[in-house]
């Protein structure tokens, strides 16, 4: 790595919501400062109108901005932040899993990084449940609900359609109440549409942990919302918590209910990021939040602020300011503002905002709304509620897009295209020509490795470590022992591979024990330098500079090249070894053979015992000098994996054998004990 960063600014803002291009807009009158945005997705998303595209009244391509049309006097890099050195003044950056990270140096950091979904608190909702978090959520959710549309409307038996027709929500906040209103408002639009579905009403339910929805606008609207829903036939499940979900069933402790789809509107957590730098001290948290000054500096770090659902900003009254658009976009305004006046060396302003109201769709042209304090529902504060969620939408063209949807979706019915977002499968084998690399060593570790045909050389700037064929697998040092690539992978001769991405790797090894030991055994041989040496440091060092010649054991019994399978077999069982050396007539090594592998050839159609003993079945091994030191012996087991290695002579002839007991260990001489 450089040691300058790779790209430097004076203002560096983390993050691609509301808060962060807030920020950044805000920026631009200031032509002089040179702003960067590095953010996950090129795109923001409208939040708000999520559910929207879940219930197909509007395009998902609508609910997204560019940012670079948003922030245009932004240098925006889409990437995803690893690591901050807050010393250092620099942001560590990864523009996907296989490129190695950059370094961005800043003057001023605005973080606005958001926050994560986290589905495993509850057993089985990360696997079986479907977030709402984003468009590709979104485009998800809609296409599963009208997928069970399209499989009950063929199903002849009137209880599997209403199993596939059972739809759950998970979650009375906003989200969740939008949500639940707008797969309702799908369902039943749809139904005149599919003539075996229209004796079969669907069922609706929404799940809720407190005593009415919606807590952030208040109980008697929480309630209003809840008996308009009851009078959609949507049930409501109040005071009620899920303890996991499987694919069918959503258990509620001690019973259950049936669901075939289930959506999860919770879930929500600290971004990662913030949490491991809080763990190490670099950054102050409060339940995994940022704790910020009321200018929304961030204590104890000059230079850095925090807006948006990862900072902690107090209110004037005491209360800690709602993840919500209004309060991150006011956030984002104010932090701008507030890092100018720092720079111009004049005092900083407190965030005082309070907030304007609350607004809720809920379905079937209905909303409960509270603004200014004064609470209003129905007809009106939906309209309400389209009429100030459209003026907030960025953009002209999106705003005029959206009320194109709308004004469709009041003439005709809502559009029922089966949007698959499954790509045309593709062979999972990975075709490399020769001098092609796997990886390379720097890598992030993605994939473990199975080679189908052709061969692989593992290896570094040293040599070939070893050369991996038909049958073999690789990759797995890294992902055991999460790090980057130690080695080179590079094909030798035209070479397809099986990769299995790191999060199937990981779900073949956990919990399997033996797979794991086995794994971890044959991971030895990809020993880089530093851990080699480690390793043979604990052997003494009067015995690593002994020769292989003094060590080696040569009470071995070679097998001439030309006996009988018969004869083989008699010397196998005399002597149970694993495997025997096998020389020619003039004692030159050729290979060793084992029981296993003489049996498996037997088992062939015209095999006999009276055969010479087939060339198949001999396998090449290492062989090594008797003049080289034990030292050197335990490095290339150690390197290239071996057990054993055949000691020959300068003529190739068969000497003895050296094993890594042999090598390694000063054991006493058993014959000599009586």
């Keep these: 790595m450089s040691t300058a960063p790779a790209r430097n600014y004076d203002v560096l803002i983390l993050g691609g919501g509301f808060a962060a291009v807030w920020t950044a807009r805000a920026l631009a009158r200031r032509k002089d400062l040179k702003v960067g945005l590095l953010a996950d997705q090129n795109v923001m998303l409208f939040h708000p109108m999520l559910a929207e595209v879940c219930g197909a009244s509007l395009s998902p391509l609508h609910v997204v901005n560019p940012i670079r049309n948003l922030c245009p006097r932004a240098e925006v890099v889409r990437a995803t932040v690893t690591d901050i050195d807050f010393a250092a003044r620099e942001v560590f950056a990864q523009p996907d899993p296989a490129r190695p990270a950059l370094r961005f140096g800043y003057r ?44 009950a409307n063929f199903a002849n038996d009137s209880a599997e359609r209403r199993r596939l027709l059972t739809f759950t929500v998970v979650g009375g906040g906003y989200s969740g109440v939008e949500t639940v209103g707008q797969i309702s408002d799908l369902l039943h639009g749809a139904r005149r549409l599919y003539p075996w579905l229209r004796d079969t009403p669907p069922s609706v339910r929404l799940i809720h942990s407190g005593s009415y929805l919606l807590p952030q606008i208040g109980e008697s609207l929480g309630r209003f919302t809840e008996r308009k829903l009851r009078a959609r036939g949507i049930e409501i499940l109040l005071d009620t918590r899920v303890a996991a979900v499987t694919a069918t069933k959503v258990h509620l402790g001690e019973r259950h209910i049936e669901s075939l789809t289930t959506v999860t509107t919770i879930g929500n957590a600290p971004h990662p990021l913030l949490l491991a730098l809080g763990a190490r001290g670099a950054l102050p948290l409060e339940h995994g939040r940022i704790v910020t000054t009321p200018d929304l500096a961030v204590a104890g770090l000059p230079g850095v602020w925090s807006a948006g659902d990862c900072a902690k900003v107090v209110l004037p009254s005491g209360d800690v300011a709602p993840a919500t658009a209004q309060f991150a976009l006011r956030e984002g305004e104010l932090v701008a503002d507030n890092l100018l006046r720092s720079l111009d060396r004049r005092d900083t302003r407190p ?86 690399h796997a990886f390379s060593a720097g890598d992030p570790a993605l994939n473990f490795y199975l080679v189908k045909s052709g061969a692989v050389a593992i290896g570094d700037a040293r040599g070939v470590v070893k050369t991996l064929g038909a049958g073999q697998h690789f990759g797995e040092t890294e992902l055991l022992d999460p790090q980057p690539r130690a080695f080179d992978a590079i094909a030798t001769e035209p070479t397809e591979l099986v990769a299995l991405p790191r999060s199937m790797f990981e779900t073949l090894v956990t919990g399997n024990t033996d797979a ?28 690593r500079r002994q020769t292989v010649g003094e060590r080696m054991r040569n009470d071995l019994i070679p097998v001439l090249h030309d006996l ?107 014959r000599s004990i009586t």
């Design 351 to 436: 965030f005082t905002f309070t907030g304007l109201g609350e607004l809720a769709a809920i379905g079937h042209r209905n909303a409960v709304a509270k603004i200014f304090g004064v609470k209003f529902s129905g007809f009106f504060a939906w309209w309400m509620w389209r009429t100030v969620y459209l003026s907030k939408l960025p953009g002209f063209d999106r705003k005029l897009r959206v009320m194109l949807d709308w004004t469709l979706d009041l003439l005709f019915p809502r559009d029922l295209s089966l949007l698959r977002t499954d790509t045309t499968p593709r062979l999972g084998t990975v075709h490399l020509e020769p001098g092609d």
């Design 564 to 670: 009988s399978v018969r004869d083989v077999l008699r010397i196998l069982k005399r002597h149970p070894l694993d495997a025997f050396p096998v020389i020619s007539a003039d004692g030159v090594f050729a290979g060793m053979v084992g029981c296993d592998r003489l049996l498996t050839w037997l088992r062939l159609p015209h095999s006999t015992l009276d055969a010479t003993l087939p060339s198949s079945v001999v396998e090449p091994a290492p062989v090594i000098d008797p003049g080289q030191t034990i030292d050197t012996a335990l490095s290339r087991m150690a390197r290239h994996g071996h057990r054993e290695l055949v000691v020959t002579d300068d003529a190739g002839r068969f000497l003895g054998l050296l094993s890594v007991l042999d090598a390694a260990v000063e054991l006493p001489d058993f």
């Design 516 to 543: 794991t030991e086995r794994l971890r055994t044959s991971a030895l041989q990809y020993a880089s330098r530093e851990t080699l040496d480690a390793l043979i440091a604990r052997v003494p060092p009067a015995l």
């Design 108 to 151: 001023q950091l605005v973080i606005a990084l958001g926050g994560v979904v986290d589905l495993a608190r509850v057993p089985g909702m990360a696997e079986h449940a479907l977030p709402l978090k984003t468009v590709g959520d979104a485009i998800r959710l809609r296409s599963a609900v009208i997928d069970r549309l399209e499989e």
